[in-house]
């Protein structure tokens, strides 16, 4: 079984700084696609982030020059380091690993994070 497992979330005021790390277990093939996405409450889930196994980068246009995703290919590991945070960021934020076509998507459980203005 493939698990994804979030950590760093948590309540931050706005303008600080949170980073968030997810590590994949399991069967992991590449080339794959690891990305990040958040949810608010009555609201669509939304894509942040994603990478690729290659290290080509996306970003959606509220959070560029914000925020930095990376990876770690050796450990499985995707970070989304946080900065200038605002409580339009508040949410629930979803890792996700993407091995298609050969191979399945994957969901983390989900983080919180909280700005507080």
């Known amino acids: 079984q493939v698990q994804l497992v979030e950590s760093g979330g948590g309540l931050v005021q706005a303008g600080g700084s949170l980073s968030l790390s997810c590590a994949a277990s399991?069967?992991?093939?590449?080339?794959?696609?690891m990305g990040w996405y958040r949810q608010a409450p009555g609201k669509q889930r939304e894509l942040v982030a994603d990478i690729t196994s290659g290290n080509r980068s996306k970003y959606t246009d509220s959070v560029k020059g914000r925020f930095t995703i990376g990876r770690d290919n050796l450990k499985n590991t995707v970070y989304l380091q946080m900065n200038s945070l605002k409580s339009e960021d508040t949410a629930v934020y979803y890792c996700n690993l993407d091995m298609s076509p050969y191979g399945d998507n994957y969901w983390g459980q989900g983080t919180q994070v909280t700005v507080s203005s």
């Open positions: 399991g069967s992991i093939f590449r080339p794959n696609r």
